[in-house]
Nanobody
Framework: QVQVVESGGDLVQPGGSLRLSCAAS????????MGWYRRLPGKERELVAT???????NYANSVKGRFTLSRDNTKNTVYLQMNSLKSEDTATYYC?????????WGQGTLVTVSS
């Protein structure tokens, strides 16, 4: 079993920045893939960024150039640095971890972009 815990959601003004953190614990291995989805109000969940161990991150077109996913493999932690935030980035952000074909989800952290 793998446990996933996110943190860092907050209220931020348009144009501002925020960093989300996600830590995986439990029966983790170096092959753990981790990333972020988000669910905008009234919409389906969408992929934000994903990272496999040893590979470059991939991003949704809507966040390219503004969001950066980084990873600390020693801590099984990923970070999502979000810059130039827009109101349309308002969503609940969910971290996930994939190992041996099983997907584990965090509880979500709310990001609100508003003046």
């Amino acid at each position: 079993q793998v446990q996933v815990v996110e943190s860092g959601g907050d209220l931020v003004q348009p144009g501002g920045s925020l960093r989300l953190s996600c830590a995986a614990s439990g029966s983790t291995t170096s092959s753990l893939a981790m990333g972020w989805y988000r669910r905008l109000p009234g919409k389906e969940r969408e992929l934000v960024a994903t990272s496999s161990s040893g590979s470059a991150a991939n991003y949704a077109n809507s966040v390219k150039g503004r969001f950066t996913l980084s990873r600390d493999n020693t801590k099984n932690t990923v970070y999502l640095q979000m810059n130039s935030l827009k109101s349309e980035d308002t969503a609940t952000y969910y971290c996930y971890a994939v190992q041996y074909g099983n997907t584990y989800w965090g509880q979500g952290t709310l990001v609100t972009v508003s003046s």
